[in-house]
């Protein structure tokens, strides 16, 4: 062994030491709670059963409290000793014997309560554990922690129950302290990783590992997003991890980091990694180069943490499961290191692609075919019982944990008995997550067996999230999650309506794979844009009025660039050039979208605007002039009105006619141009047949220096946003264009904050409206609405897509109890 290898070693086992001892010394201040909890349940009030229950109980732990401390202290230095739990107890579950035997009840509920136990701790110390693991991987020169290390949550967990069990306490003693000791276990080994991140610093190990451990989770504030009442993840910020010594940095971190740089090891992501591409947002404004210089853009960062959570999947699958490996194709972040992103991505679809389906069991088959028919007939008797929706969903989800058993029990291959569990995993945290009401889970619940067969099937469901089955349940997903309980909001019954029909179409065409999926998707991307449209009460008035304002705006800005063709060689007065791009241009547009382009008053305006021009051209005879003064009056009387059905104010409208006044003077000093009459006949055919000329409304890019102010169409039910934000980068602009129709975001805009949902987007995206649960309407133009973004006043309400987060969830799981893959 050479010397650095010597003294790298030497520094793990001091380090292991460490974090032993902190763990040890914690216990003291552990005691102390747990006996002031016990004796403070002595003093709550309860039914007569529930105090002796609970009586009985704290003389039990008054009895063995000591005990347990003093065994698990013995426990934790001996598991210290040899480096790692005792694998062999440790891989059996809690109160099980070598034999083979059906499991009791008591063994399981000592196998949630440890699941529960490890969950929490892990929860508040992920990014100490996540820096820790690193530098104990540089050290030992392994790629990753043993399963069975003590360092690992869940070891600690199974060695603090087992002397729990040891020592007389029971499952009752358990449940009843539950809270303080999960709470203080979370103290416990997030002090004890501290302690030893800092021992490890002191020695110059990795003082710093990434940009990502140092972001941490600021406290909620309960007057923005919880008072909004969208549950959204706490608005992160910049500074050092508790192990850090180094200077804080005065930056915002974005949250899509990419994955370590080259050479760096291959460590699985933090399972509570955060990916709001709205943190990344503030951390573009605020880290300026710092940040743009780790994220290329908002979507590819997000598309990279999305990556990383399905190769982190692949991983585990195929250590677990070797016969699963081959039918695994790589996912992007598995490839983005070799080649470019998009040429990693292309790469993995092409994979995907030619991997042909994998032939699925005949009893297998055969059983998820019973299990969906079963479940969708339960669930259509529990409905027509009028049962309340969340009693509707439990049925669902009791009934989908039986039949997971039964189909492993059907399964032929591990490869099969894997997927089962791992599409369980991930209905099981979708049918969790509280932001989307019990009546759509109801419906996402019999949406588990389809994408049970299509993820048997089709090898790339765990490589992509493009797959159809994914991106048709995020998208139903994202239009609801601002409907919950604490918001105030139902559902439409019109779009709960179309959930249920692609649900039931998804049900009815069993074996045609992804394609089945594909075509509801597309069919609910058009459903979307009718029922923003025609079908929701509190979008239907803000969409209208978004689609005049655009038709208005669009027409103003060709007006104004085919008048500048027309003028350009045109010797026209300055002011008078002004006025008719900046003015009477949009006057002719709001005419044409009122009384439309071919009307009488249209006609009339456009005749304005040549008068106009020929007025202010140079007069020099006494007919001319005498002509001027005639047409004048009228004249002028037809540009006010223009103006005032334009919405200009007088005050404005009086500034406009003076200076017009000033250019028709010129022409009566002789000062101004010449136009020939066969000219201006001429300019005045163009304007005739105006619309002609004009380009197609649905194509052609709308120039950004044409953009005009929209302020000034506020009305009752829509504000327009003309301030705020920061310049948005390319980036953000990019990130703007993406947004999907139906995602709920939150909005802090004219000191409000609260939840609003994406309906409307224009025919170019150049605008967009965002609809309050209260039909209050705001409206972006698309350079304003990246400002916003970036500057993080627009967020959404989701950290991550539906399915990731609960792949996210599933590896949680598996990372806690691996065999649960096979069992």
């Known amino acids: 062994m050479t010397a650095p290898d010597a003294r790298n070693a030497a520094l793990a086992s001091q380090a292991r030491r460490v974090y032993t001892e902190a763990l040890v010394r914690g216990l003291a201040h552990m005691a ?8 403070q349940l002595l003093l709550m009030p309860a039914e ?26 013995q426990a934790l230095r001996q598991a210290a000793a040899h480096g790692v739990g005792d694998s062999r107890a440790a891989a059996m579950p809690l109160g099980r014997t070598a034999d083979l035997s059906l499991v009791d009840d008591i063994t399981i509920e000592r196998e949630i309560s440890g699941s529960r136990l490890s969950l929490a701790m892990l929860d508040s110390a992920t990014w100490e554990f996540t820096d820790l693991r690193t530098r104990m991987q540089m050290l030992e020169r392994q790629d990753d922690l043993p399963q069975q290390d003590l360092l690992r949550s869940h070891v600690v967990a199974r060695l603090a129950l087992e002397a729990w069990y040891g020592v007389g306490l029971g499952q009752s003693e358990w449940q009843m302290l ?34 990502r451990p140092f972001i941490r989770r600021a406290p909620v504030n309960p007057g923005t997003t919880q008072r909004a009442g969208l549950s959204m993840a706490a608005p992160l910020t910049a500074s050092p991890t508790p192990s850090s010594q180094a200077q804080p940095m005065d930056i915002d971190l974005p949250l899509g980091g990419p994955p370590a740089a080259p050479g ?16 990344l947002a503030q951390g573009q404004q605020a880290g300026g180069s710092a940040a743009s210089g780790m994220v290329a853009s908002v979507q590819s960062a997000v598309r990279s943490q999305a990556d990383q959570v399905l190769a982190q999947l692949q991983r585990v699958l195929g250590r677990q499961v070797p016969s699963m490996a081959p039918q695994l194709k790589r996912t992007p972040a598995q490839l983005s290191g070799k080649t470019s992103e998009l040429a990693a991505r292309k790469e993995a679809e092409h994979e995907a692609q030619a991997a042909g389906p994998v032939t699925m069991s005949a009893r297998l088959h055969a059983a998820i075919s019973h299990a969906q028919e079963a479940l969708a007939k339960k669930a259509q008797a529990v409905h027509s019982t009028g049962s309340p929706a969340p009693q509707q969903l439990e049925e669902v989800k009791a009934r989908n944990q039986a039949f997971k058993q039964v ?12 997927t089962i569990e791992v599409v369980a ?89 992804r394609r089945v999926f594909q075509t509801v998707l597309t069919e609910f991307e058009k459903f979307l844009s009718h029922y923003f449209e025609q079908e929701n009460s509190a979008s239907r008035k803000g969409v209208s009025l978004a689609q005049q304002i655009e038709q208005r705006e669009t027409l103003a800005i060709q007006y104004t660039i085919e008048l500048r063709k027309m003028l350009s060689e045109v010797p026209v007065q300055d002011g008078v050039r002004q006025f008719l791009f900046q003015i009477w241009a949009d006057v002719l547009a709001v005419t044409a979208v009122r009384s439309g382009a071919q009307s ?28 001027v003064i005639r047409r004048l009056p009228p004249l002028l009387k037809m540009l006010r009105e223009g103006m005032g059905h334009a919405g200009l104010s007088s005050t404005k409208q009086d500034e406009h006619i003076r200076a017009l006044n000033n250019s028709l003077a010129a022409a009566f000093t002789a000062k101004a ?118 500057a993080g006043l627009l967020l959404p309400a989701q950290d991550e897509a539906l399915t990731v987060k609960a792949t996210r969830n599933a590896l949680a799981k598996l990372d806690v109890d691996p065999s649960r893959l096979l069992n």
């Open 32 to 39: 102390a709670v747990l006996n002031e909890a016990a004796a």
């Open 48 to 73: 007569y059963a529930v105090a002796v229950a609970r009586r009985d109980g704290v003389e039990v732990w008054n009895r063995h409290g000591g005990q347990w401390f003093a065994a698990f202290a």
């Open 178 to 211: 539950q809270g303080p000791l999960q709470d203080e276990f979370a103290q416990l080994l997030g002090a004890a990783y501290h302690e030893t991140n800092r021992w490890l610093i002191a020695q110059q190990v990795m003082p710093e590992i990434d940009l």
């Open 264 to 279: 760096a090891m291959d460590i699985d992501l933090p399972l509570d990694l955060p990916s709001a591409p709205g943190a």
């Open 407 to 418: 189909l492993k029990q059907a399964a032929d291959t591990p490869a099969e008995r894997a």
């Open 425 to 513: 995993l991930l209905f099981q945290a979708i049918l969790t997550e509280e932001r989307i009401p019990a009546t759509i889970r109801v419906w996402f619940a019999r949406l588990q067996m389809p994408v049970l067969r299509v993820a048997v099937s089709e090898p790339d469901f765990f490589a992509t999230n493009d797959h159809p089955a994914r991106r048709l349940i995020d998208r139903m997903g994202a239009c609801v999650m601002g409907f919950n309980s604490a918001s105030g909001g139902d559902v439409s019954e019109a779009l709960e309506r179309e959930i249920k029909r692609v649900v039931q179409v998804v049900e009815a065409y069993p074996d045609t794979g």
């Open 600 to 627: 009488d008053q249209t006609k009339q305006m456009k005749r304005a605007a040549a008068d106009l021009i020929w007025s202010a051209s140079a007069k020099v005879s006494r007919e001319e002039r005498a002509e």
């Open 673 to 790: 141009a010449v136009i020939p009459r066969e000219r201006l006949d001429d300019l005045m055919g163009q304007l005739e047949t105006l619309e002609a000329m004009l380009p197609d409304s649905e194509s052609g890019e709308l120039n950004e220096a044409l953009v005009r102010d929209l302020s000034s169409h506020e009305s009752d039910g829509m504000e327009v946003v003309a301030e705020g934000g920061s310049a948005p980068t390319p980036a953000m602009l990019a990130w703007a264009k993406e947004l999907q129709v139906g995602s709920w975001y939150m909005l802090d805009y004219r000191g409000r904050v609260e939840p609003v949902q994406l309906a409307w987007r224009g025919l170019r995206h150049h605008l967009v409206l965002f609809v309050s649960s209260k039909g209050r309407g705001v409206l972006f133009q698309q350079s304003r609405l990246a400002a916003f973004l970036q």
